[in-house]
């Protein structure tokens, strides 16, 4: 049974590029999470989806950042116009619903902007 | 109010000795409270779990203890091994609010040999 995957693993871009991180849940859920951690800190709550809604972007920056989940397919965090403060382990986590608490989280995206 | 607050940063422990890593909150509203366990390069994994109306959960060698009250939760690790280094984080989250979590900042621990 596969975990939650996410890809790339490891993504470089230069200041200005554009970053997509791609997220696949769990086989059967349908919630996903994304999470920012910087070096040596915790992980930041960003955003919360269900296919084709989000629930909750409470902690999404309002410019740049932009996720989906839809219908077929990966849920994606878009990052436009990257800067080196965006450099971060992005992760994603899935459950099989709201009345689940647990999450389980995905290996990550180590994203550097240079 | 929806800090949850982790120390110590770092702990350094002797096999098999007791690890033990302290959380607080403030918001009242939290009713889930996991640790997850991350290795470097891997995303972190649930560890154990406890909700607030039980004080002391237990599996295996981990065991959760809740004081209410005083709105603190602790992580006990028995009989640590080298393979518990790891960096520890506590964590909490309400239904209320779409489940997300609301992490602590982390302890680096690590088991002496």
């Known amino acids: 049974n596969a975990g939650v995957m996410q890809n790339p693993r490891h993504l470089v871009r230069r200041r200005g590029q554009e970053a997509r991180l791609r997220c696949s849940p769990m086989k059967g859920h349908s919630h996903v999470y994304w999470y920012r951690q910087l070096p040596e800190e915790g992980l930041k709550f960003m955003v919360y989806?269900?296919?084709?809604?989000?629930?909750?972007e409470s902690g999404m920056p309002k410019e740049r950042f932009s996720a989906e989940f839809p219908k077929e397919g990966p849920s994606i965090l878009r990052i436009q116009q990257v800067v080196r403060g965006d450099s971060a382990a992005y992760f994603c986590?899935?459950?099989?619903?709201?009345?689940?608490?647990?999450?389980?989280f995905g290996p990550g995206t180590r994203l550097l902007v240079l | 109010q929806q800090q949850v607050k982790q120390s110590p940063q770092s702990l350094i422990v002797q096999k098999g000795g007791i690890s033990i890593i302290n959380c607080a909150y403030e918001n009242t509203a939290f009713d889930y409270f996991p640790w997850y366990q991350q290795f470097p390069g891997k995303g972190p994994a649930l560890l154990i779990a406890?909700?607030?109306?039980?004080s002391e959960k237990k599996e295996g060698r981990f065991t959760i203890s809740f004081n209410k009250s005083a709105k603190q939760f602790s992580l006990h690790i028995m009989d640590s091994q080298p393979g518990d280094s790891a960096t520890y984080f506590c964590a909490a989250s309400m239904r209320s609010s779409a489940s997300k979590i609301i992490f602590g900042s982390g302890t680096r621990l690590s088991i002496r040999p």
């Open positions: 986590a899935s459950s099989p619903g709201i009345s689940q608490e647990t999450q389980y």
């Open positions: 989806l269900q296919k084709e809604n989000i629930i909750d």
């Open positions: 406890i909700r607030p109306d039980v």
